[in-house]
């Protein structure tokens, strides 16, 4: 059954297609859904009304993204597919900030993760990090002297929160932060779990130099817990996805800006 533009599938069924297809990939542009499903594009802008209606998605220009409150219950390996090629490329430009010797704070974020096999090939490293996926990853890695940041277990988030990770993170200090945000929003970062801004804020105050590491999707779209405003951070690493005008937004903050090469 195909609705009345045309479409391969049924309105209801290409709804929910679009649905997990952007909280998989965290952003969809119009033109795309369109042209994949074979409708138009006033046709995707109706479905994409319906899913912001139902509290599934946020529209930004010329697409949609994800609403931060749907990402909650969002697992690791779901995060992780999400925008994959580009947290690649961030994590590549953002590894010229890595060099041998430092003390390095690695928040729980998937873009943050992809970083992992730059921290090997710089080793030898001092890494702390409450994300139990980096522990898995750098824990055989004898040249990494690996700091565990223990706190209460969040089964989904796959990490430890809470007053005694904070404690722990205010016993160190690393040269360098790498971390990421749910959301950009008139000049300000934001996240959707208080819980992990709270660690994320500590990690701030105990680092001399903070790296933003964040794809174009998060760019407009709001997010209910204020992390800093980008002033507050060193260097913003993003992708060639962020637009032009975001990235003029951007230059008006006194913060470095490295779009990432594709790869």
């Known amino acids: 059954m195909t609705d009345g533009d045309n479409g391969r599938v049924a309105p209801l069924e290409r709804r929910e297609q679009i649905r ?35 509290g599934w998605l946020i529209k930004l220009r010329g697409g949609a993204t994800a609403n931060p409150s749907a990402l909650l219950t969002a697992s690791v390996p779901d995060r992780t597919k999400a925008m994959r090629r580009e947290k690649a490329a961030i994590a590549a430009a953002a590894a010229a900030e890595i060099h041998q010797g430092q003390t390095i704070f690695l928040d729980d974020s998937t873009t943050a993760m992809a970083l992992a096999p730059h921290l090997i090939e710089r080793a030898p490293l001092t890494v702390a990090t409450n994300f139990l996926p980096v522990v898995a990853r750098l824990g055989e890695v004898s040249s990494v002297d690996l700091i565990v940041l223990g706190g209460k277990y969040q089964r989904i988030q796959d990490g430890c929160y809470g007053v005694q990770t904070i404690d722990a993170i205010r016993e160190l200090h690393a040269d360098v932060l790498f971390m990421s945000t749910t959301a950009v929003l008139d000049g300000a970062c934001y996240h959707r779990s208080e819980a992990t801004l709270m660690v994320r804020r500590s990690m701030i105050e105990h680092a001399a130099r903070t790296v933003l590491m964040i794809d174009h999707a998060k760019f407009g779209r709001p997010a209910p817990h204020l992390l800093g405003r980008l002033d507050d951070f060193d260097l913003l690493v993003t992708d060639a996805g962020l637009d032009d005008d975001d990235q003029a937004d951007v230059r008006q903050h006194d913060i470095e800006l490295v779009v990432a090469d594709p790869v």
Do not use: C, K, P
């Open 20 to 54: 997990r297809q952007i909280l998989a990939d965290g952003f969809a542009r119009v033109d795309d859904m369109a042209r994949t499903y074979g409708v138009s594009v006033m046709t995707v802008h109706r479905d994409l009304d319906a899913l912001v209606t139902e």
